[in-house]
């Protein structure tokens, strides 16, 4: 097999600068001179949509995440999507748009000093967004890479003030099957949750994501607020996040409770666990012709390899 190694996070700058960034920051330039002759001030208002949130994006890169291989095109990543709730086809974009993103609260209950209900935008303001290059694997054998806005989910935490007895983050998804078809599915555990440990909520690779290609998530993605863990298969990553609880018991999250013979808490990337039905070794890299070799962690085991050190004994992978 002719496999091109690289080293580990080596990219080209000019790869990972996608021309959206440009684009954007034109756009803000455009509209600041407007602004100066006080004039067009409603066309910028127009080219930013009506998310509340749109002056906070493109919000900075964090440069520390590196991607060994080129963004996907959003055209690709905004067409090609897992969101049940909205269908089980990849085709779920236009479907997805009936979900309606503001006003949008988020419920932070269980084990936290104070539970309350937090409005998106007023979360949004207290923390500070960066940009992430992050790659994501789901469990069928295809992968992308995404310019993810948000914040670490261990400043959530933080926000959160969970007590100590507090050992799981759960995360819950909106559930209205009047705009929802897959909703009116008796046969799914809705609504769809999954969780992770407060270890790993912690660990700095652990990402809220509230926006996307520099602007406000769309829709598809799992706007206004979903999770991101890069090193896990992407079943994990709940979107459209509608309540966090801290809990003692380890959440089940929708996949697990739907076929846990296949699907389980860990969910973490390995090439060499099979998935019962198909081979892990590989993943198609969406918006290329490429089969690239699937790497333990999803590549990002420098970052999160100790968090299951002396857990050799469970199900760590999917
Ligand atoms: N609420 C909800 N979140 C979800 C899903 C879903 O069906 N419903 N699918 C998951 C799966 S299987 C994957 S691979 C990712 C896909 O994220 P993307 O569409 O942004 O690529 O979302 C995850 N989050
Ligand atoms: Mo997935």
Same mark, same amino acid.
């Given at each position: 097999?002719?496999?091109?190694?690289?080293?580990?996070?080596?990219?080209?700058?000019r790869?990972?600068?996608?021309?959206?960034?440009?684009?954007?920051?034109?756009?803000?330039?455009?509209?600041?001179?407007?602004?100066?002759?006080?004039?067009?001030?409603?066309?910028?208002?127009?080219?930013?949509?009506?998310?509340p949130?749109?002056?906070?994006?493109?919000?900075?890169?964090?440069?520390?995440?590196?991607?060994?291989?080129?963004?996907?095109?959003?055209?690709?990543?905004?067409?090609y999507n897992?969101?049940y709730?909205?269908?089980?086809?990849?085709?779920?974009?236009?479907?997805?748009?009936?979900?309606?993103?503001?006003?949008?609260t988020?419920?932070?209950?269980?084990?936290?000093?104070k539970?309350?209900?937090v409005d998106?935008?007023?979360?949004?303001?207290?923390?500070?967004?960066?940009?992430?290059?992050?790659?994501?694997?789901?469990?069928?054998g295809?992968?992308?890479t995404?310019?993810?806005?948000?914040?670490?989910?261990k400043?959530?935490?933080?926000?959160?003030?969970?007590?100590?007895?507090a050992?799981?983050?759960? =995360?819950? !998804?909106?559930?209205?099957? +009047?705009? #929802?078809?897959? %909703?009116?599915? /008796?046969?799914?555990?809705?609504p769809?949750?999954?969780?992770?440990?407060i270890?790993?909520?912690?660990?700095?690779?652990?990402? =809220?994501? !509230?926006?996307?290609?520099? +602007?406000? #998530?769309?829709? %598809?993605?799992? /706007?206004p607020?979903?999770i991101?863990?890069?090193?896990?298969?992407?079943?994990?990553?709940?979107?459209?996040?509608?309540?966090?609880?801290?809990?003692?018991?380890?959440? +089940?999250g929708?996949?697990?409770a739907?076929?846990?013979?296949?699907?389980?808490?860990?969910?973490?990337v390995?090439?060499?666990?099979?998935?019962?039905?198909?081979?892990?070794?590989?993943e198609?890299?969406?918006?290329?012709?490429?089969?690239v070799?699937?790497?333990?962690f999803?590549?990002y085991?420098?970052?999160?390899a100790?968090?299951?050190?002396?857990?050799?004994?469970e199900?760590?992978?999917?």
């Open positions: 097999m002719n496999i091109i190694h690289r080293k580990g996070w080596e990219i080209p700058e790869l990972a600068t996608p021309e959206h960034l440009f684009l954007n920051r034109r756009a803000l330039m455009t509209g600041a001179a407007a602004i100066g002759a006080g004039a067009m001030l409603p066309a910028v208002a127009f080219a930013q949509g009506k998310d949130s749109a002056g906070l994006y493109p919000a900075p890169r964090n440069e520390l995440y590196k991607l060994d291989r080129a963004l996907t095109e959003e055209s690709v990543t905004s067409r897992n969101f709730e909205f269908g089980s086809t990849k085709a779920i974009a236009d479907a997805a748009q009936k979900l309606a993103v503001r006003p949008w988020i419920k932070i209950d269980g084990l936290v000093e539970p309350r209900d998106i935008d007023s979360l949004l303001k207290a923390m500070k967004l960066e940009e992430r290059l992050y790659r994501l694997r789901c469990v069928e295809w992968s992308m995404i310019p993810w806005t948000g914040f670490p989910m400043n959530l935490v933080d926000f959160a003030r969970p007590l100590s007895g050992k799981y983050v759960r =995360m819950e !998804t909106f559930m209205d099957p +009047k705009i #929802a078809p897959g %909703q009116r599915q /008796a046969w799914y555990p809705w769809f949750v999954d969780g992770c440990t270890e790993e909520a912690a660990n700095d690779l652990s990402f =809220m994501v !509230t926006g996307a290609y520099g +602007k406000p #998530a769309a829709n %598809q993605f799992g /706007a607020l979903r991101h863990q890069p090193w896990k298969y992407g079943f994990k990553a709940v979107k459209s996040i509608v309540r966090i609880s801290f809990v003692t018991e380890r959440p +089940k929708f996949w697990e739907l076929q846990p013979a296949e699907y389980g808490f860990w969910a973490n390995n090439p060499e666990v099979s998935h019962p039905r198909w081979s892990q070794a590989t198609e890299v969406l918006g290329t012709r490429e089969r070799p699937t790497l333990l999803n590549g085991g420098e970052f999160v100790d968090l299951y050190k002396g857990k050799e004994k199900r760590l992978w999917a």
